[in-house]
């Protein structure tokens, strides 16, 4: 069963159109190394300098794991440094935005 993972980054001031277009096309060989990792969907909304991320990947914390030293993950990470105020250490120990509510299915 794939988990659903929300996740909040911030920009640095005035990063946000660099940010919009280095996302408009991610490389190749990131695109595959995420699917291998089983991330199965990751969509990203921008608030001006917030941005909130919500990934369907078969397991976050292997998936942070793998892509922690993966040739593909490394320079993606130090050009999101650049623009983030908070760099990401793919640790893998962290579990995303805690869920605290849902519309319960089913109901109608």
Do not use: C
């Amino acid at each position: 069963m794939p988990e659903t993972i929300a996740l909040h980054t911030r920009l640095k001031t005035g990063a946000e159109a660099e940010y919009d277009r280095v996302h408009a096309t991610i490389p190749d060989d990131l695109d595959v190394a995420l699917r291998e990792a089983g991330v199965r969907s990751w969509r990203i909304w921008r608030d001006g300098r917030d941005l909130f991320h919500l990934v369907e990947v078969d397991d976050y914390r292997a998936m942070r794991r793998h892509l922690a030293q993966h040739p593909a993950n490394i320079p993606w990470q130090e050009r999101m440094a650049e623009l983030l105020d908070v760099p990401d250490d793919y640790s893998g120990d962290d579990r995303g935005i805690p869920l605290v509510w849902a519309l319960p299915l089913g109901r109608g």
